[in-house]
């Protein structure tokens, strides 16, 4: 992925204050002049191991424009540069020396780190693997820069002088030294949106008719104890609140703006705000980037403007914000919201109203709630790096239509899975990422099956509709985990047993066996017509104190993880009655409980209030597909922490050349020369083969690999078992002549193959999730077959073994029906040379190995296919 010609980048640093880089240009020489002439005696002696002539001949050194060999990065706050960053590279053409200098007032606050981590991923995206610098020995913050960037750094002392040097690749310790810098600057941007002490609203207009009136006085309603600023045009007070016409007149800065004006003035109000010294904007009005190009601009120009003043901005286009423990209602939602232990976040307004409509109406609270709108500055990531700290919230809803940044999402959902469940619903899935399949690969592994595998492996169970988002989201919050998927069924109807044991199949759950003394209990206390089996069948005359009697025995049972109710109204028992009996079973036992209460009074109170010991629901299915979710969830956190593997002998800057000159040739699929030499560069075996222009030459290649050969059409990018391109098990001369002529074009000439089984282990550029790998059955039933695994690339040691060992293709590979096992390990290997080969070349549009040919004595490729394009440029400026 590439910087777009105008380099420009944000970054936080750890007070929360958000930064812009960006490339010097001529247009910089006086500013960047100004700001070398405002460095302290000490920080010019540092930065230039002496005392330099301050003019313009030395600026410019760092205005010559971003080049191959050169990258001068400024870091600029309210118009002035505040830092600068250099990287110049050596003779040695692997290394650059790279520099830093830092306004005295920021320095302490982590702007060097952010400038090394920056000018780091733009040098391995140029091929350089070592950054050296000279540091005065006395230059302790510098020093400490570089030792705590996660970088492996090494240190040479020569006459009072530390040369320094640093390996750049990113390895998993850098990629947490750096994480932990996000997550400590983005908790702290965040925090006047949580927890303001005064919120302005601009556009609180005295009319009830206007949004702004509606946002206002929720947060009065609400119950907000600090100042409450209402800002009209006129001045005039709002819900008895005195009012201003601008920012500039408040008595104080407010810690929040709320922003509710037509989009053509938010601009201004926005300046305005960060003018009296506001540091977090929410923008609720819409006319943004959701309406076109202008809106387009108009939301980059709000973006810049909040960027340099350091600041952070919600929405445009969006809801608001509201944390109920907070009594803050920063919405224009109709409805106040319940306290309670979710955070949930939407990007779509819309969807947020029916969230907090469903949530109110059900009865479980919200320790916060927060509109994403067109997330031109908060997203999804940093919504999580805060509840993750967030002691009031204990479980996570998302509503997502888009991915800013999926690989960081991916991180810090893993991280923040750990500890609290993260429920997700995704939307636009019928047009995400279409486009013409030209690929086995790009047939099997599209946007949504990224998506998918991308909440697999961070943890995130996968939410389909609004019911069963809420559903999860109240069960998970309060019940416990079960230990596995064996389930007890206890009912008084049939049939609604039958229902629910048919649920339980088609979702993964198990009916529990019980133990002979639990059978036997049930037998004593039951009538003498019930069912002591699973289903427990209580009969319809059950009375309540029945149904926690059996519910007690089925949750004592070691066989048992959870247990399903069911009640069907009958005259012996009421349903306010049986809740309470399944309550005071639950209560006996640390396992969760799903109750199914059918009756056209609803699901009582007891059932659905917080922290009941047992959940109501009104279907069996309901019940069913949110315990699985549960029993999802336990899978998941039992799975080991994967770890990142990148194998030995990989030629990165062959690779890195034979994909520019190909590009440069104008070539799309690549033929099989240049393809067979990229693979060979990650050290993927191909099976040997000989290219022929004619039947005499296709003879003679034949021989010289011996019989039995195969022989395939060589033009690039085709499909050849689709076109009649291949001719097999040739063994002899006259049906290698005659194949050639058949296919009656350049073909090559290859050593017949048999036995093992045939794979696909695929790679895309997906434009959203970036490099995507696929895996399963290969051949030409590829795509019939089915099942195949997807993951994102880079693939952890947990991934590749989960890849092998699932499903058809897990069976094929361990011997299925009497054949040899495969040789897992070597299978293993490539999928993890794969993934490099498409992390390290996003040009890598699509690229077929299928079929590879998985034996006891190793792998081959059989066949391959590969097409190139220009890569994508980097979606957008942030960061983290």
């Known amino acids: 992925m590439t910087d777009p010609p105008n380099l420009i980048r944000d970054v936080l640093l750890r007070d929360g204050t958000s930064l812009r880089l ?28 002496g005392f330099p002539h301050l003019g313009h001949e030395l600026v410019a050194r760092y205005l010559t424009g971003d080049g191959p060999g050169r990258v001068s990065l400024l870091a600029t706050a309210g118009g002035e540069i505040v830092a600068i960053g250099t990287l110049d590279r050596l ?29 780091a991923d733009i040098a391995v995206g140029r091929d350089i693997e070592q950054f050296v610098a000279d540091v005065d020995a006395e230059n302790a913050q510098m020093l400490a820069v570089f030792r705590d960037a996660g970088f492996e750094v090494t240190r040479h002392l020569e006459a009072g002088t530390l040369e320094v040097q640093l390996r750049i690749a990113p390895t998993e310790r850098y990629h947490q030294a750096v994480d932990r810098r996000d997550h400590t600057a983005a908790v702290a941007s965040l925090h006047p949106f949580f927890a303001p002490t005064s919120v302005a609203v601009a556009g609180a207009s005295p009319r009830r008719d206007r949004v702004g009136h509606a946002v206002f006085g929720n947060l009065i309603a609400g119950g907000f104890a600090g100042a409450a600023y209402p800002i009209n045009r006129s001045g005039d007070s709002v819900a008895g609140r005195p009012g201003y016409r601008t920012f500039g007149e408040l008595p104080s800065p407010a810690d929040l703006a709320v922003i509710c004006v037509p989009a053509e003035a938010v601009l201004e109000q926005a300046a305005a705000a960060l003018d009296a010294g506001t540091r977090a904007i929410c923008v609720i009005s819409a006319g943004f980037a959701e309406v076109g190009p202008e809106g387009v601009q108009r939301e980059a120009d709000l973006l810049a403007l909040v960027r340099d003043r350091g600041a952070r901005l919600l929405g445009p286009n969006c809801l608001g914000i509201a944390v109920p423990g907070w009594h803050l209602n920063a919405t224009f939602a109709s409805r106040p919201l319940l306290p309670g232990s979710i955070g949930c976040s939407s990007q779509s307004g819309a969807l947020g109203l029916a969230v907090l409509e469903h949530a109110a109406s059900r009865g479980f609270g919200l320790s916060s709630f927060v509109s994403v709108g067109n997330k031109a500055d908060i997203s999804t990531n940093d919504l999580l790096e805060y509840w993750e700290e967030d002691d009031a919230t204990r479980l996570v809803l998302l509503y997502m239509e888009s991915f800013g940044n999926p ?115 049930l037998r004593a206390c039951l ?85 009941s010991p047992a959940r109501g ?15 999802e969830r336990t899978t998941w956190l039992r799975r080991p922490v994967g ?69 395939k059409l060589a033009a690039p990018g085709l499909h050849k078992t689709e076109v009649g391109g291949v001719a097999l098990d040739l063994r002899d001369q006259s049906a290698v002549r005659e194949a050639a002529q058949r296919l ?77 096992p495969a040789n897992t390990a070597a299978v293993i290997d490539a999928l993890h040379r794969l993934s490099a080969l498409a992390e390290d070349t996003p040009e890598l549009a699509e690229l077929d190995l299928n079929p590879m040919i998985a034996g006891s004595d190793g792998c081959v490729i059989v066949d391959a296919r590969a097409r190139l394009t220009t890569a994508p440029t980097r979606p957008g400026a942030k960061t983290w």
């Open 744 to 820: 009656g074009a350049a073909v090559l000439v290859q050593p017949m193959i048999t036995g093992g089984v045939e794979l696909l282990l695929g790679a895309l550029q997906d434009p959203v999730f970036g490099a995507v790998i696929a895996f399963g059955a290969g051949g030409t039933l590829a795509e019939l077959v089915g099942g195949a695994g997807v993951r994102l690339a880079p693939i952890t040691d947990v991934d590749a073994e989960e890849l092998v060992s699932a499903g058809t293709v897990g069976r094929l590979l361990r011997g299925f029906r009497g054949a040899a």
């Open 527 to 611: 009538p003498a017509h019930a069912s002591s089996e699973n289903p427990v069948d209580l009969l319809g005359s059950a009375p309540a104190e029945l149904y926690e009697k059996a519910l007690s025995l089925v949750l004592a049972d070691p066989g048992v993880d959870a247990a399903i109710t069911l009640f069907a109204p009958a005259s012996m028992a009421t349903a306010d009655d049986v809740a309470a009996a399944i309550c005071a079973g639950a209560r006996a036992q640390t396992k969760p409980v799903a109750a199914v209460i059918v009756s056209a009074d609803g699901i009582p109170a007891q059932l659905v209030q917080p922290g």
């Open 643 to 711: 770890v990142e593997h990148r194998p030995e002998g990989i030629d990165r800057l062959t690779a890195r050349q034979i994909v520019a000159d190909e590009l440069r040739a104008g070539s799309d699929w690549l033929a099989a020369p240049q393809l067979r030499a990229l693979l060979g560069c990650y050290g993927l075996p191909s099976v040997p083969e000989v290219s022929a222009s004619d039947p005499g030459e296709a003879v003679a290649a034949a021989e010289e690999l011996g019989y039995p050969v195969a022989l």
């Open 407 to 521: 690989r960081r999402f991916a991180r810090i959902a893993e991280r923040v899975a750990r500890r609290k469940p993260i429920l997700a619903m995704k939307g636009g899935t019928s047009s995400a990422g279409a486009r013409a399949a030209q690929s086995h690969t790009a047939a099997l592994a599209g946007s949504d099956a990224a998506a998918s595998a991308l909440y697999a492996q961070a943890g995130v169970l996968r939410i389909r509709t609004l019911e069963e988002l809420l559903d999860t989201a109240s069960f998970l919050v309060d019940s416990p985990l079960p230990a596995g998927n064996r389930v007890a069924v206890v009912t008084n109807a049939g049939g609604l047993g039958i229902l629910c044991a048919d649920a339980c199949s088609a979702n993964g759950l198990e009916l529990a066996s019980f133990g002979e003394e639990t059978t036997e209990h």
């Open 91 to 119: 003779r040695d053409a692997a290394s650059a020396e790279v520099a830093f200098a830092v306004a005295d007032r920021l320095q302490g606050q982590g702007v060097g780190t952010r400038l090394l981590e920056q000018l």
């Open 22 to 49: 960006r490339q010097a240009t001529p247009a910089d020489t006086d500013t960047l002049l100004r700001f070398l002439q405002g460095l302290s005696t000490q920080s010019l002696y540092f930065r230039f191991c």
């Open 617 to 631: 629901f009104a279907y069996p299915e309901s019940a069913v597909q949110t315990l699985a979710r549960a029993v």
